[in-house]
């Protein structure tokens, strides 16, 4: 063998293997990874700045970025500028996450998960299912209030005080495709001396919230919260959650529920 045309030989072998790894256009370019482009450009820049990237597919691919600001950039698309987050993902069927406001609640892999006795985070969500099956995509980012502050005052005399309100349901999380996790939730909070208070409750499946009204432990008064919060005609299936505001006047006993929109008020039988 010509010892001099080993040189060559090797270089020519060399260049062949970075054409392949650089996907030429000879070969299967199905193969290459795609440039999938997260579009920020409509997303709140306090939003963006504590939001968190969660990319999965079913063959076992993963990708979670929890400081997803700090890969935000600035980008020409289509001639105007767009502030892109950029990440290479296999040419597969992906479900796509961006959240934010989750903070520790967030468990990658498991979802929004309220531990017991906490309110929900004030979480904003994006999910987004699509088949990578180019070299480059854009995915606008569109983040959806997913939970809802009740706010709540009690008009009471002042031998009722002190109290304490508890608000439970039955939904404690949300998966990260927004649907939510069937779970004990319970918060219990005391309201301020004007008897006000708020608690934020992640989306319902149906009308189970209750209020209660406690005195060292004791129940002194339950309230079906999630019926009358239906009966103002709100939905919990509406992308992004308005909040409400709930007054329960013990001197008159009626109950007062507002939403964008919307306002009524209910009739009870007090007893303490």
């Given at each position: ?18 054409m ?7 070969e299967d370019?199905?193969l290459?990874p ?20 969660y990319?999965?597919?079913a ?10 600001a ?8 289509s ?10 993902v ?22 929004i ?16 299912k ?8 854009l995915?606008?980012v569109t983040?959806h ?15 009722v005080?002190?109290f ?15 649907s939510v996790?069937?779970?004990n939730?319970s ?14 409750v ?5 009308n189970?919230?209750?209020?209660q ?14 019926e ?10 509406q992308e ?12 008159n ?5 507002e939403?964008a929109?919307w ?5 009870f039988?007090v007893v303490?």
């Open positions: 063998m010509d010892k001099g045309i080993m040189p060559s030989a090797v270089l020519v072998a060399v260049a062949v293997a970075a392949c790894v650089g996907c030429s256009i000879k370019r199905s290459c795609c440039s999938l482009a997260l579009d920020f450009s409509d997303v709140e820049p306090s939003a963006a700045e504590v939001s968190e990237v990319i999965s597919a063959d076992g691919f993963l990708y979670h970025d929890r400081e997803a700090g890969g935000i950039m600035e980008a020409e698309v001639g105007s500028l767009r502030k892109i987050y950029s990440v290479d296999p040419k597969t069927a992906l479900d796509v996450s961006v959240v934010s406001g989750a903070g520790q609640c967030h468990l990658p892999g498991k979802g998960i309220i531990p017991s006795g906490e309110e929900c985070p004030p979480v904003f969500m994006h999910y987004s699509i088949i990578a099956d180019a070299e480059r995509m995915e606008p983040l209030k997913d939970y809802s502050r009740i706010g709540i005052k009690i008009l009471a005399s002042p031998e005080y002190p304490n309100l508890s608000v439970n349901g039955n939904v404690c999380g949300i998966n990260m495709d927004r996790i069937l779970g939730f918060y219990s909070f005391v309201p301020d001396s004007g008897g006000s208070g708020s608690v934020r992640p989306r319902q499946l149906d189970s919230l209750v209020l009204v406690l005195d060292q432990g004791r129940v002194l008064r339950e309230f079906a919260l999630g009358y919060i239906a009966e103002s005609g709100f939905d919990w299936r992004d959650l308005a909040d409400i505001e709930v007054e329960i006047d013990y001197s006993s009626y109950i007062s529920v939403v929109g306002s009524g008020s209910f009739e039988e303490i």
